[in-house]
């Protein structure tokens, strides 16, 4: 489980593609003190360690299914990724619950600057949109934020310089393929409805 907290911005240094992919990903995390076979969010992708560097670096190896349903078929190297570790318990909780299984990709379709903020407007696929609720929370490439208006398919969110700042969306453009997790508890909610 995470949080939609970015703790790190890692850069891909090197791509295999041999039937899975598997990406070296450099990193200020400790590598020391990462597991073979832990979990690191990745754009919001929960990705298994396969691999640790000295100090640098760890790998990760991704599902031609993962592929499929998220944007990592668009990593090269040098792209800059948001990371995070997964919470622990005692962990504070400063976004909301994320699991790192991403729904479907999201299309950034409008930035107007705001203030010192960023209005990002994304359309969802059609099948998701009716999980995202105005003032609800929604994890997009693993960054917890929050839903300020929600139009049918398109919905918007407000980026602040410090969100800018520490994690990738500092390099966001329209036409942004993004991957999209919805919230647990607007998709049990959802299931709930239908039963009852």
Request: contains cysteine.
């Amino acid at each position: 489980m995470f949080t939609g907290i970015i703790t790190d911005i890692g850069t891909v240094t090197e791509l295999d593609k041999q039937g899975d992919l598997r990406a070296r990903i450099a990193t200020d995390y400790d590598t020391d003190g990462i597991d073979i076979g832990a979990s690191i969010a990745s754009d919001g992708v929960c990705l298994t360690v396969v691999a640790v560097g000295q100090g640098t670096w760890y790998e990760v190896q991704i599902s031609a299914e993962t592929v499929a349903v998220t944007n990592l078929d668009s990593w090269e190297v040098g792209k800059r990724v948001n990371l995070e570790r997964p919470l622990c318990v005692g962990d504070e909780l400063g976004g909301h619950i994320v699991s790192g299984h991403v729904d479907g990709i999201a299309e950034i379709i409008e930035m107007v600057d705001d203030g010192d903020s960023t209005r990002v407007t994304l359309r969802a696929p059609e099948e998701l949109a009716r999980f995202i609720a105005q003032k609800g929370s929604v994890a997009l490439n693993g960054t917890s934020l929050t839903v300020n208006e929600v139009n049918g398919c398109e919905f918007n969110i407000n980026l602040i310089p410090h969100t800018k700042e520490v994690t990738t969306w500092g390099d966001a453009a329209v036409g942004d393929r993004v991957n999209l997790e919805i919230d647990t508890m607007a998709r049990y909610v959802a299931r709930l409805s239908e039963v009852a």
